[in-house]
């Protein structure tokens, strides 16, 4: 054999020899890959079971709490409706109870299960029954933070909103409250009439056109700024940035933020849009500009033609068309009706507030607008 074809001979032993470490690579990668999906999926199994039994922990214990509350009522009940007499009861049962369980049975708490109670007399935990027709239920997806947010709304109609949209938009405890708080029923109910509001009641927030996926005013107490006269725009949007979450929050379900100070060009000149988010629910684009004043004419001007850029450079055949949102500190709804056509479903401005309003401070601003928009219908009605 010569020296070329011995040669020749050991390339293709090696070329062998790298065929078969390069397929046990392969194959220890995939082995490896194929590891690494069965450690995701089993870890996902652990997780899912983890938050299951919290769940259930905390919500037997809310069960616990409404029996504990019903026993306490109806104790009440037999004819020992005298209020030294509830206060002792209560009193009694906390110190009773705190010696045997220890914390979590103080006075206050016993107090809230019995207001729990009466707040929920209505919605037994599945397996128990209730004095009337009713066919509701505890929810098991609420925990006790939530029922003590819950509890505190007075009008039914309300707590049902709030339940059905702390579960659908997974709200921790504290996100439960601020909503309330922050009034975001009524907020959310200006837009709507009569029946409108019974679909609020009954079914939450159903998003089905632009105007559904807003509200007014929007709250900012999170951004921890001055007043608006002390501000600058690109302030409030590096705040708004670095709290990006609690925005989104207020926003409401739906939105996905997409960019900041997006640029826009025509003819070599170049215009900037505050912030952009995707709504994924209404499937388009919305473009929020911020104001740190009163709406001007100009500022709808401006939105108008950031909106016909989006319809007509970037948003694609399945897009819905853009919306508009203009938040300012003041504005003119005469002005923006004159500035819009009545059919208008793009543009919108919202009036903003940079601290968390008392309930009867909104609630009196709340009637006031709905007085001025009433006022305007009428006005429509007789031209």
């Known amino acids: 054999m010569s020296w070329i074809s011995f040669a020749g001979h050991l390339h293709r032993l090696d070329s062998v020899a790298y065929y078969f470490e390069k397929r046990d690579f392969m194959n220890n990668i995939k082995l490896v890959e194929d590891s690494r999906q069965l450690l995701d999926k089993v870890s996902q199994y652990i997780d899912t079971a983890r ?48 010696v045997k369980y220890g914390n979590g049975f103080g006075y206050e708490n016993i107090k809230r299960m019995r207001q729990f109670y009466i707040a929920y007399a209505n919605s037994a935990p599945i397996g128990y029954a209730v004095h009337t027709q009713s ?94 006269h002390q501000l600058v725009e690109s302030k409030l949007e590096q705040a708004l940035i670095d709290n990006l979450h609690h925005f989104l929050l207020e926003l409401g379900s739906g939105f996905a933020f997409i960019a900041r100070q997006k640029r826009l060009t025509l003819d070599g000149d170049h215009y900037y849009a505050d912030l952009v988010f995707y709504h994924v629910k209404l499937k388009c684009y919305v473009v929020i500009d911020l104001k740190t004043r009163k709406l001007s004419h100009a500022d709808i001007g401006q939105m108008l033609l950031y909106v016909n850029y989006f319809d007509r450079e970037i948003r694609d055949e399945n897009d819905n068309p853009t919306i508009g949102l203009v938040l300012c500190t003041e504005k003119s709804d005469t002005m ?48």
């Open 336 to 383: 923006v009706k004159y500035m819009l056509n009545e059919t208008n479903q793009q543009i919108f401005a919202s009036k903003y507030q940079l601290y968390l309003p008392t309930e009867e401070q909104l609630r009196q601003e709340l009637q006031k607008e709905l007085l001025e928009i009433q006022q305007r219908l009428g006005e429509t009605d007789n031209e």
């Open 51 to 98: 938050t299951n039994i919290s769940t259930s922990v905390n919500f037997e214990m809310v069960k616990a709490y409404w029996l504990i509350g019903r026993e306490i009522v109806e104790e009440e009940q037999q004819g020992n409706q005298r209020a030294e007499y509830g206060a002792g009861l209560l009193r009694y049962l906390a110190e009773k109870l705190t």
């Open 135 to 228: 066919n509701k239920s505890l929810n098991p997806d609420l925990g006790w933070i939530h029922y003590r947010a819950l509890m505190r709304v007075n009008r039914v109609e309300v707590r049902s909103f709030y339940e059905i949209e702390a579960v659908k938009n997974s709200w921790s405890g504290r996100e439960l409250e601020r909503q309330i708080n922050s009034l975001l029923f009524d907020r959310l109910a200006k837009s709507k009439d009569k029946q409108g509001l019974l679909e609020l009641a009954t079914q939450g927030q159903i998003i089905t056109k632009p105007v559904d996926a807003l509200k007014e005013p929007i709250i900012l107490e999170f951004l921890n700024l001055p007043e608006a």
